[in-house]
C-alpha cells in the first residue's frame, strides 16, 4: 500500500502520522507479505498535527472499506472474512510483537453479537457495518517516587500531565499495594525541572509505563517499611504482614505498628525517610486490537444518516480504572463519528473557510446515540 499525507506548509507533525499509517496498514490481519510505503507532501495549507491516534483512523478506514468490498465480491459475511484473516493468539503483528492476549475474534464477536449483526433489521431503510482496527501502545523509560508522610498517607510525585484521569489510576496502584483507602494517597505532577522523569502523554502510554514505574516505588516503599517495621516489632520479615492498620505481627495480630509512626521513626533510623523510587526500563509494544459494530437508518430522500446505536469491544490489557477506560472508548467513538458525518476543515486557496465552531461541525450530546462498550482484559505480562 501506499499513503500520501497532506502535512501543511509546515511538517510539524506529518512524519510522525505517515510512520503511524504504514504501522497500521496492514490492519489486524495476517497477510504474510507486505510492503507499506506512506509518505507526506507539503501544500498551502494549515500544517496537521496530532489529534487521536494521528495516521490511524484515516488508513483504517481504507483498510476496513476494501475489506467489505472483498466481502461483496466474495459473497461472504464480512464478519466472517475477519475472522478467517484476523490476528490469533500467537501470531506476529506487522510492527513486531507477537499477539498473546485476546485475538482479534473475541472483541470482533462480542461488538456484533451485541449490535444483533444476524436478528432481523427494524426498518427498510436501515443497516448494520462492522470494522476492526489495531494499536500499538510504545514502550518508553519512566520514573516516579513517593514518601510515606507522618500521619501515614502517601505521596507521589510524577511528571506526567493528567489528561485522561491518569493521576486516579497510579493513586489505585498505591492504595492497593499499601492496603490503603484511595483518599490516602496524593499525587503531584512536577514540572521538568523539579519531577523524574516521564515520557510525553499520549500514545496510550501513561499507565502501561509509568504507572509499572509507580508499582515498583511503591514496592520499594514497602521493602523499606517491611525492614524498619522487623526492628520495631522484633519480628522476622516472613513473620509480618501488611493491612489496613499497618504492619502487623501474623501469629500476634494485636502487635501492629502504623505506617505513620514508621514514617515517624525512618526520620531517626540510619536508613533515613522512606522514600520509593521507580525506574522502569522501556517496556515491549503492547498490541490493542478493537471492534466496532453499528447500526444505522438512512433517510432515502433527505441522505441524511441516523445512528441507532454503536458496540465497541477492545482489548484494554488489564483495566485499573474500568469507568475511566470506558469513558475513553465512548470519547473515541464520538470523535469518529465527526470524522465520518459532519467534521470537515474547508481551504480554499491557503485559507480555512469555517474557521469557527458554528460552521465546523463538532456533533453535541443531542447527536451521540447510544454507545455501548465492553473490554476484553487480557492481562498484560509486563504492564501494572
Do not use: H
Amino acid at each position: 500500500s501506499r499513503t500520501i499525507i497532506d502535512s501543511g506548509a509546515y511538517t510539524d507533525f506529518g512524519l510522525g502520522a505517515a510512520t503511524r499509517t504504514a504501522l497500521t496498514a496492514r490492519g489486524p490481519y495476517l497477510i504474510p507479505n507486505v510492503k507499506l510505503e506512506a509518505c507526506c507532501v507539503y501544500t498551502n495549507k494549515v500544517p496537521g498535527g496530532a489529534f487521536r491516534a494521528p495516521g490511524a483512523p484515516q488508513i483504517t478506514f481504507a483498510i476496513e472499506s476494501q475489506m467489505d468490498i472483498i466481502a461483496r465480491r466474495l459473497g461472504m459475511d464480512p464478519v466472517d472474512l475477519r475472522l478467517i484473516n484476523g490476528l490469533k493468539v500467537g501470531d506476529v503483528a506487522y510492527s513486531g510483537q507477537k499477539v498473546e492476549g485476546a485475538s482479534l475474534d473475541k472483541v470482533l464477536k462480542s461488538a456484533t453479537e451485541r449490535i444483533g449483526w444476524n436478528k432481523p433489521k427494524a426498518g427498510p431503510y436501515r443497516g448494520r457495518g462492522v470494522a476492526c482496527g489495531e494499536w500499538n501502545t510504545a514502550g518508553t523509560p519512566a520514573t516516579s517516587s513517593l514518601k510515606i508522610n507522618e500521619d501515614g498517607s502517601v505521596a507521589v510525585y510524577t511528571g506526567v500531565v493528567n489528561l485522561t484521569g491518569s493521576t486516579t489510576a497510579f493513586a489505585q496502584i498505591v492504595a492497593e499495594e499499601f492496603c490503603l483507602p484511595l483518599d490516602r494517597v496524593t499525587v503531584t505532577t512536577g514540572d521538568t525541572d523539579s519531577a523524574p522523569f516521564a515520557p510525553v502523554s499520549g500514545g496510550s502510554m501513561i499507565a502501561y509505563n509509568v504507572g509499572r514505574s509507580v508499582l515498583l516505588a511503591v514496592r520499594d516503599a514497602r521493602n523499606q517499611v517491611m525492614d524498619l517495621a522487623v526492628q520495631r516489632l522484633e519480628a522476622t520479615r516472613e513473620d509480618l504482614a501488611l493491612d489496613e492498620r499497618g504492619v502487623y505481627v501474623k501469629s500476634q495480630p494485636e502487635r501492629v505498628i502504623s505506617l505513620g509512626k514508621l514514617a515517624i521513626a525512618s526520620m531517626r533510623d540510619k536508613g533515613g525517610l522512606i522514600m520509593g523510587k521507580g525506574s522502569a526500563e522501556p517496556l515491549p509494544p503492547a498490541l490493542i486490537l478493537i471492534a466496532q459494530a453499528a447500526e444505522v437508518e438512512v433517510d432515502p430522500e433527505t441522505g441524511q444518516v441516523k445512528i441507532i446505536k454503536i458496540c465497541a469491544s477492545q482489548d484494554s490489557g488489564f483495566s485499573l480504572n474500568p469507568l475511566a477506560v470506558e469513558g475513553q472508548m465512548q470519547g473515541g467513538v464520538s470523535q469518529g463519528l465527526g470524522y465520518a458525518l459532519t467534521e470537515d476543515l474547508l481551504i480554499s486557496n491557503g485559507r480555512v473557510l469555517n474557521p469557527d465552531f458554528l460552521d465546523y461541525k463538532i456533533l453535541t450530546f443531542m447527536d451521540i446515540p447510544e454507545i455501548e462498550c465492553t473490554q476484553v482484559q487480557e492481562k498484560s505480562s509486563a504492564g501494572p
